[in-house]
């Protein structure tokens, strides 16, 4: 097979599933929309009830919609009749999500998760199945040709899952009122979370060069040589006055004068970039590229407290 075949049966699989998330979206409707409202308003958690690859579609939709505000939980049907039934509490919404509905497991299944919940909702493709039956809503989510060549493998049906599972959980958000801090919340490990939440104060290098203002060169030399960020602070107590490079250096040494008598302050850039340690991180980072530096200073106060490197946000993934 050329590999022309192969990117026309790719462009030719996207346009079946095309069309049918076309199909999608002109069927939503006022049930939809009660879904949506039931879910909200429900007391206690959604639970996401499929088998076989519905219940992977079932998985991706709780874990969109756990981290967008909308506890759920995710039941497989096979699980539920032998046991799992006691995750549902008769403040629970159920969402089953079955193509057939008709599946002998979840045709066992759905009089219990009625029974037992508080409203049962179905996304079918089948509106005269079992599950149908039994739902206060059905969400239609039939297909008219799978993308399989063989319209066996679940591929457009799917796809129309998946996709009516994030037009719910976005409804949802809006419903809650759900924005980017929240977010932020529930994913504090990752580099979307840091850059949301993450403050200066948690990424301080462990190494604080200071010296007084009257500190000999020797002693400015010393400082600059025991950190790894080539960069001294030159305070008054604790107050910042000046920073010196080893550039500063450099360039002093360069015009020949007497260095026994130069003291930090002589040699110093005054009023440097600081920032205040309860500052986000993104901020810091965007500071240190704008003025196209590697290190800021971090006050806590209007004192001393530290110093950032680019280099500690990059590997952080602070951007």
Known sequence: ??????????????????????????????DFARAVEIIHSAKGKLIVVGIGKSAHVGNKIVATLNSTGTPSQFLHASEAIHGDLGVIQKQDVVLCISNSGNSPEIANLVPYLKDYSSALIGMTGNKNSKLAE?????????????????????TSSTTIQMALGDAMAVALM???????????????GGSLGKNLVSKVDQFLSPQKPQVEENAPVRDVIISISASSHGITVVTNGEKIIGVITDGDLRRMLMKGDDISKILAKDIMSANPKTIESNTLAKEAMKLLKENNIGQLIVTQNGNYHGIIDIHTLLDEGIN
Do not use: G, Y
């Not at 022309?4 to 069927?27: M, P």
């Not at 059905?138 to 399989?148: K, R, S, W």
């Open 174 to 188: 809006e419903l809650n009122n759900f924005r980017e801090n929240d977010f932020a919340k529930f994913h504090p």
């Open 1 to 30: 097979m050329e590999r022309t075949d192969l990117i026309s049966i790719a462009k030719s699989t996207l346009e079946i599933e095309i069309s049918e998330l076309e199909k999608l979206k002109n069927r939503i409707n006022e």
């Open 134 to 154: 039994f739902s206060e809503i059905i969400l239609d989510t039939h297909v008219d040709v799978e993308a399989c060549p063989n319209k066996l493998a679940p």
